[in-house]
């Protein structure tokens, strides 16, 4: 690191833009994101694509629009070499740009983090297996028998979560590196319709951030022959939680939490009783779909919204958006007067509260 600061030293004008880049790589490694995200967004700052390569014939790709895809380098793209005989690539058409070589260094750096991370994947076995273990309808004996062959103990601790995303090509594979090591590695995976099933053995941390482009609903902790009710919950957790995203350019990832059952409390009873038909018409939710549709800032402005929920005050949600708390105020001012009550009071920010809600109600039915 230091000998990339005396470097620097000598860009003069240009040695805010590469500390900003520093900086920005130094997110992705912080936010523990998978190689995906990481080369998601390198390419999304790049403009041009970038990946990870070797060694073997396998590797992944990532477009200036930040997917990702299986693949390797074009002839020509720069290379910087990472331990294990990988490298990180990066393929611009025409001239190289001021930075590239900055920039192709902390992806290479951003790789070899992400990779250290990765521990055993979980074992993809017969999802008919993991269907049964966490099926209310299957007998007590079908379970038990499951779950021996999934190589979990009946009466160990279990937890199962619902995750939506993954179906690309690293999986799950974000999330089950955020996830401490189970005992035994006892990590199972099985994709049920649209949403997976993770079955962990043992305690989960209380705090579970989702990698971009997942939603993850965390259900209660149980012994191993109760999962029907750890999944249960994991699935109306999940109703309410929220898809993390990248941003493009030097912005900073924005990830949302799992959400646990264990924090739901009474609005479990909307997760369970309202479906998505029965919650349209409802004029609250029109005005917040009003306010999210306004071009360029309908995003920024639910977000604030649901920071200024759960912070409580104007100038607790601008710390947390890391905005200056009279940029906070316009946006409220703006929402109230759209919604046609004050949210300076408790009334009025539980009625958002619940409105918020419901609206993740009938958007996420799974």
């Known amino acids: 690191m230091r000998g990339l600061v005396l470097r620097l030293a000598g860009l003069s004008a240009g040695a805010e833009s590469a500390m900003r880049l520093i900086g920005f790589f130094d997110t992705l490694v912080e936010q523990r994101l998978g190689l995906d995200g990481v080369l998601g967004m390198a390419a999304r700052v790049a403009e041009c694509p970038v990946g990870l390569a070797g060694p073997g014939p396998d ?20 290379v910087r070499e990472l331990r294990g005989g990988q490298c990180a690539w990066l393929a611009r058409e025409g001239e190289p740009q001021p930075f590239d070589g900055l920039l192709l260094e902390r992806l290479a750096l951003a790789c070899d983090a992400a990779l250290s991370r990765r521990g055993s994947e979980a074992v993809p076995l017969d999802p008919a297996l993991l269907e049964t273990a966490i099926s209310s309808t299957a007998p007590l004996p079908e379970r038990a028998r499951a779950l021996r062959l999934l190589g979990f103990a009946p009466s160990g601790p279990f937890t199962v979560l619902a995750v939506d995303g993954g179906h690309g090509p690293q999986g799950l594979a974000p999330v089950l590196e955020r996830l401490p090591t189970a005992p035994a590695g006892r990590r199972r995976t099985a994709a049920l319709g649209p949403v997976h099933a993770v079955a ?4 989960l941390p209380d705090r579970l951030l989702a990698p971009a482009g997942f939603r993850i609903g965390v259900g209660p902790e149980v012994t191993a022959t109760e999962a029907p009710r ?15 995203r990248s941003d493009v350019g030097l912005a900073p990832v924005t990830e949302e939490p799992a959400i646990y059952h264990s924090s739901l409390g009474a609005f479990e009873v909307l997760a369970r009783e309202l479906s998505g038909p029965a919650i349209a018409g409802i004029g609250d939710l ?33 710390r947390e958006l890391h905005l200056h708390h009279n940029s906070v105020a316009v946006r409220v001012t703006r929402a109230e007067a759209a919604l046609g009550y004050g949210l300076g009071e408790t009334v009025g920010r539980f009625r958002l509260a619940l409105a918020l809600a419901l609206r993740r109600l009938r958007d996420n039915p799974a």
Do not use: I, K, N
């Open 286 to 318: 029109d005005v917040l779909d009003a306010l999210a549709a306004e071009p360029g800032s309908g995003t920024e402005l639910l977000t604030t919204l649901e920071v200024l929920v759960q912070a409580g005050s104007l100038r607790a949600a601008a």
């Open 230 to 244: 750890s999944w249960e919950g994991a699935l109306r957790a999940l109703r309410f939680a929220g898809t993390s």
């Open 59 to 78: 590797g992944l790709t990532a477009g200036p629009d930040g997917s990702t895809r299986p693949g390797g380098p074009p002839p020509g793209a720069a």
């Open 200 to 203: 962990v053995a043992g305690p």
